[in-house]
Nanobody, 124 residues
Framework: QVQLGASGGGSVQAGGSLRLSCAAS????????MAWFRQAPGKEREVVAA????????YYADSVKGRFTISRDNAKNTLNLQMNSLKPEDTAMYYC?????????????????WGQGTQVTVSS
């Protein structure tokens, strides 16, 4: 399995930006499809964005399209999420996750390696 650790969360006002990063421990990072999830209090965990192994195919939840950008640096074993035009409804704990290749990139069951979360709070 790959060990993951997310960072970069914080508190911002609506309209602001944050950049989340996820560091992976294994050199096999490049062989995993990766995703960012979020979970708000009282709500189910949802996939926010996903990126396939090569870094060229990306997928987004409708709620973040045009505002969030997922990227990866396989040489540095790092996954990123650039979040712009943040809204109060983006407030949640954000997690990075890894999954084996294949399957639907936005299907939560695809991902079986999780890191600790980082809190994002957006105030109006």
């Amino acid at each position: 399995q790959v060990q993951l650790g997310a960072s970069g969360g914080g508190s911002v006002q609506a309209g602001g930006s944050l950049r989340l990063s996820c560091a992976a421990s294994r050199y096999t990072f490049s062989t995993y499809d990766m995703a960012w999830f979020r979970q708000a209090p009282g709500k189910e965990r949802e996939v926010v964005a996903a990126i396939l192994v090569g870094g060229f195919s990306t997928y987004y939840a409708d709620s973040v399209k045009g505002r969030f950008t997922i990227s990866r640096d396989n040489a540095k074993n790092t996954l990123n999420l650039q979040m712009n035009s943040l809204k109060p409804e983006d407030t949640a704990m954000y997690y990075c996750a890894a999954g084996y290749r294949g399957g639907s990139p936005l299907n939560p069951t695809k991902y079986n390696n999780w890191g600790q979360g980082t809190q994002v709070t957006v105030s109006s």
